[in-house]
């Protein structure tokens, strides 16, 4: 066997950027050569808190030297009080947790099915999800996953998902067909393009949810932990949940999903139900800890809010400016930037800047700062992208 440059020894998942990022702090990371990057992905919603956030690394360093893991046949202090500050400041009453976005939304369609069969309603077994969302790549999860391209070569799929258009309020009246037990839904569709959900819409989808006794499970994997200016999307949407599903900014980067119920639905996980061998071990609830309190004690929210409304604002005036943009959306951190042309040739453009953006979608760039990043970074960030707009400004406008 042969290992060339050229060639990996990693299965080929991923096109990567031709980048060797080897070290990060804050709103920056480092390449093997020493370059910097703004770093505008934050690990794709991921290091809310920056890289490498001081208050993590502390209480990690401190866990690293008491205990890494020891399975959840025994109780867990950090796990118990990472679920006592989820709850405390949720609308939800009862924590799982596991590793990942995709165990966690897989954690939820199990509780929905098997809450249905514990109300006497063994015939509800579908749940609803929308065009464009994304719950996850594995078997269960790619399913509710209402996107072709996910599907493409992966039949037979998971049964029991049905998809409604998004923001539709038409469809809303076909969410109860009498074997509907749950709807699942992102508040921001973020790998779909970043499109809010309106609130009129979600209000009416809530009250339809409520009357039929139908689970009202968010997917807020991108949308929590502080990502949208709230420490959850739903409380700027005026409605409760019964179900909520995090991950990605819980652990600040260290792997940890959770997913959240109200007591009465989380009944229906008893001993023997399910389970995680990883899910919540002490090393990755000591990351997550930190960050909910980090994020709670400090005016990261606050940040969050005052910073993405003039971001917004100021990308909008650059949109009036150039016929390159063709639409800017979002919920404070989680910014979509819908462009004319192919989104590939803008990210490499950021790049060779030292900005690390994402795409969501052919044609959509996504900006995920961290809920920390400063004005001043704001600023450069929105400099270096006017000069990239007149550089390539479109010759017809
Ligand atoms: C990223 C994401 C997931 C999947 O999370 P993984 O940790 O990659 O499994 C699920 N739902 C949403 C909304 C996401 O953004």
Redesign the pocket.
């Known amino acids: 066997m042969s290992n060339t440059t050229t060639q990996s020894a990693l299965m080929s998942t991923y096109n990567r950027f031709p980048i060797k990022l080897v070290k990060g702090k804050g709103s920056y990371v480092w390449d093997e050569n020493g370059k910097k990057y703004l770093d505008y992905t934050s690990g794709?919603?991921t290091c809310n808190l920056g890289h490498v956030p001081d208050s993590v690394q502390v209480k990690l360093k401190e866990q690293i030297d008491l205990l890494w893991h020891c399975s959840n046949l025994y109780e867990i202090p950090n796990q118990e009080n990472l679920a006592k500050i989820l709850t405390e400041n949720s609308c939800l009453d009862n924590v799982f947790f596991c590793?990942?976005?995709?165990?966690?939304?897989e954690a939820a369609i199990k509780l929905a099915k098997k809450y249905a069969k514990d109300q006497g309603k063994p015939n509800r077994t579908e749940i609803v999800t929308f065009k464009h969302?994304?719950?996850?790549?594995?078997g269960t999860?790619m399913a509710a996953?209402a996107q072709e391209k996910i599907h493409q070569g992966f039949t037979p799929l998971t049964s029991g998902f049905r998809y409604l258009p998004y923001n539709d309020f038409a469809a809303l009246e076909a969410i109860n067909n009498g074997n509907t037990t749950a709807v699942l839904l992102?508040l921001v569709?973020?790998?779909g393009g970043v499109h809010p959900a309106y609130i009129d819409w979600v209000k009416q989808l809530e009250s339809i949810c409520k009357e039929n006794d139908i689970l009202l499970m968010l997917?807020?994997?991108?949308?929590g932990i502080g990502r949208t200016g709230t420490l959850f999307a739903y409380q700027q949407y005026g409605i409760e949940a019964d179900v909520i599903?995090l991950?990605?900014g819980l652990g600040s980067g260290v792997?940890l999903?959770a997913m959240l119920a109200k007591e009465a639905v989380a009944y229906s996980f008893q001993p023997g139900t399910h389970g995680s061998t990883f899910g919540g071990n002490p090393l990755a609830t000591s990351a997550g800890l930190a960050t909910m309190e980090t994020i709670l004690q400090e005016d990261i929210l606050a940040n969050v809010v005052e910073n993405s409304e003039w971001l917004l604002e100021e990308l909008k005036r650059l949109k009036q400016a150039f016929g390159n943009i063709v639409d800017v959306r979002g919920l404070g951190f989680l910014i979509g930037i819908e462009m004319m042309d192919d989104v590939g040739t803008w990210i490499s453009r950021f790049r060779e800047k030292g900005i690390l953006v994402l795409s969501a979608g052919a044609k959509t760039l996504r900006i995920l700062p961290p809920l920390t990043t400063t004005k001043e970074e704001l600023e450069y960030f929105m400099n270096v992208f006017q000069e990239l707009l007149s550089d390539f400004k479109e010759d017809n406008v």
């Open positions: 794709i919603a590793n990942s976005g995709a165990e966690a939304n969302s994304f719950h996850g790549r594995t999860t996953t992102e569709q973020g790998e997917d807020e994997v991108q949308t599903t991950a990605k792997a999903g």
